[in-house]
């Protein structure tokens, strides 16, 4: 990816999977969970059993508010405490979301949300709590195969997709991956507690809980820092082997194992990258990972890396080769037009450049043409040719100033 290596600040955002209720209720209410919530931090939550207190709409807006901040949003499938519903936090803006019918389960659904993160794409996030038990594989296969339909049938393929929760996962190899692998990444490397354990259930023996992404979001997943330690792919958050706790107050070394806490908390990572103007996107489609690499003097707009005289912000306004010399043959032109000055030039359509005319009649002062009839041709290949006519003067300098 050439956005790693741009000179454009990304945002690193944390996704996390959380069935980490805990209590007689599978509740909130204890505050174990609560605790882990805040001591990592997450941007994104996908949460099951999200229930707290009566599950009224102001007390799940007080516990978003205490366990995350007056900043995050969420949403939840509205059903009563007695049941173990999904839901989705989220400290980026939630631009939709709904429920999808499980057909298996008559406590929770499949809960989305279109989100608004940083950059270009926007967010499909999908929190999912698929049947228990060894006996419940063949049902979990439906559930994917369901959930799969869902995803092929609503989510656009050019946004990003995470598919999250407790899937009650046997092994690595369920046969229900298979149902989900044309769409997210099912394979390792997986997220790891301190002592490389990548089980999440409560006896550290089966990996139910999962953060599955679609491919280009996985190309931009980066390693999970946390108390000064470095998890390449994700972590398992184990409060009774995770050290420092101090990184991540107001932890304490028991509430994983708190009475009823059946699962870990798995939070990765991605690092996305910014929403590119223009001339930025240009600059990514023109020079390879290597010349980025030579730094600015190669791609900055004021940089002239072939040699011919034209910075990369002229080769860019008239569609020229910023790598090859002398490609200028669609730079302005003057002509002599029946008895009167044209110059012609190119304009790219739907940039934020500005084409500006200049003339003067000793090089040294220039003024920006008035008075004179401007005319624009029909776009083709994201160009239109703009021409300028003028009656003939003494006046015979002519500049195109291009600002950015």
Do not use: C
């Not at 929190?127 to 092929?152: D, M, N, P, T, W």
């Not at 002592?195 to 139910?208: C, F, K, Q, V």
């Not at 090089?363 to 043409?369: A, G, Y």
């Amino acid at each position: 990816m050439l956005f790693g290596i741009l000179p454009l600040n990304g945002e690193e955002v944390t996704i996390m999977a959380a069935n980490i209720s805990s209590g007689n209720g599978q509740s909130y209410d204890p505050g174990e969970g609560m605790r882990i919530f805040k001591g990592l931090k997450p941007d994104i939550v996908l949460i099951q059993e999200f229930n707290f207190g009566s599950n009224t709409d102001a007390q799940l807006r007080a516990f978003v508010t205490d366990a995350f901040g007056a900043e995050f949003s969420y949403v939840e499938e509205g059903k009563p405490s007695g049941d173990i519903q999904n839901g989705v936090i989220s400290r980026f803006p939630i631009l939709q979301s709904g429920v999808w019918d499980d057909d298996d389960m008559s406590n929770r659904e499949f809960v989305w949300a279109q989100i608004d993160v940083p950059g270009e794409k926007n967010l499909w996030v999908i929190s999912v709590h698929f049947k228990a038990s060894s006996s419940g594989a063949s049902r979990r296969v439906g559930q994917a195969r369901q959930l799969a339909e869902y995803i092929e049938a609503n989510v656009p393929a050019d946004d990003y997709l995470v598919i999250g929760g407790d899937f009650n996962a046997q092994n690595r190899t369920e046969s229900f991956l298979n149902e989900l692998d044309h769409l997210v990444k099912v394979t390792a490397p997986w997220p790891v507690d301190r002592n490389g354990d990548g089980d999440t259930n409560a006896g550290r023996s089966r990996p139910y809980d999962w953060v599955m992404v679609e491919p280009d979001l996985n190309s931009l997943e980066v390693p999970t820092v946390l108390g000064g330690r470095s998890y390449a792919n994700g972590i398992v958050f184990d409060s009774r082997v995770f050290t420092p706790l101090s990184a991540v107050a107001p932890v304490l070394a028991g509430d994983s194992g708190a009475s009823q806490m059946q699962h870990m908390a798995v939070m990765r990572t991605y690092d996305l990258p910014p929403e590119l103007d223009d001339y930025e996107s240009w600059v990514v489609e023109r020079f390879s990972a290597q010349e980025y690499a030579q730094g600015e003097s190669i791609w900055g707009a004021l940089a002239d890396p072939d040699g011919d005289a034209s910075v990369n912000l002229l080769e860019y306004a008239f569609g020229t080769d910023p790598t090859v010399a002398g490609s200028r043959e669609k730079f302005p032109k003057v002509t002599i037009v029946s008895g009167e000055d044209v110059v012609s030039f190119l304009v790219r359509e739907g940039s934020a450049l500005t084409y500006e005319l200049q003339v003067s009649d000793d090089l040294s002062d220039f003024v920006e043409l008035s008075g004179e009839v401007v005319s624009d041709g029909p776009v083709s290949d994201g160009f239109k040719m703009r021409t300028v006519t003028l009656p003939i003067s003494n006046k015979k300098f002519f500049r195109l100033k291009v600002v950015r």
